[in-house]
DNA sequence: CATATACATCCATGGTTGTCAATATGTAAA
DNA sequence: TTTACATATTGACAACCATGGATGTATATG
């Protein structure tokens, strides 16, 4: 939980295409072909996203054969509801730095 | 609410010291004289982040004769939040797709 | 006006990232 | 075992990004 694992969760998610990716998967598991179909990349390019997205424990992956199964990870959605209220919470109460110190 | 939108706020906090700099906004709002004595960048490198944080609307400026104070936009977490719930939600119900279609 | 302070902008640089062609790996079928 | 298919990996390149020094801008003070 330090700064440097959320950074790769908020960066596994700042990009277009696997934001696309994760739009596919929230009607259930989808295989790489299938997500290759809509999406406008090239083989190589969809498995680098999925790399990334299931690295960052986003997306979940299961092989079956010669087919990589994905699907949204159980519990990322919690996670990032988590980590966003670790950041964007903020408490009540002035602190103006400046005026005080002069 | 397009997903070119979704990614500049995830890559907005895609940055260690950008997450740091929330981090210093949660008592309050400071100003960026305040940021820079916590954090270990250069002025210039703070005044860059803060653009980013700001034109992603996760933080709210406000100008005060030579001081810039920073805060926690008001409705930043909400809106992270929804668009958290956007990508990452699931519906359940199995859509394999290769097996079906062979 | 001259000076000092707080911050933004410009510029150059090194590191990171998205992309695809080529290739490798692994699996299933013939 | 050969062939075909699905996916991962590698390599190369262009675009993007974080960083800080130099400089510009705005505001306050003497």
Same mark, same amino acid.
């Given at each position: ?22 739009? /596919?998967?929230?009607? *259930?598991?989808?295989?790489?072909? #299938? ?6 990349? &090239?083989?190589?390019?969809? +498995?680098?996203?999925?790399?990334? /997205?299931?690295?960052? *424990?986003?997306?979940?992956?299961? #092989? ?6 994905? &699907?949204?990870?159980?519990? +990322? ?26």
């Amino acid at each position: 939980m330090s700064l440097r694992d959320d950074v790769k969760i908020f960066k596994a998610l700042a990009d277009e295409n696997r934001l696309a990716v994760l739009m /596919l998967l929230q009607d *259930g598991e989808k295989c790489a072909c #299938k997500l290759l179909e809509t999406l406008n990349v &090239s083989q190589p390019t969809l +498995s680098h996203h999925m790399k990334l /997205l299931c690295d960052a *424990g986003i997306v979940d992956y299961r #092989k079956e054969g010669k087919w990589m199964h994905y &699907s949204i990870s159980a519990d +990322s959605r919690e996670r990032l509801h988590e980590i966003i209220e670790s950041y964007l919470k903020y408490n009540t109460g002035c602190s103006c730095c400046c005026k005080e110190e002069e």
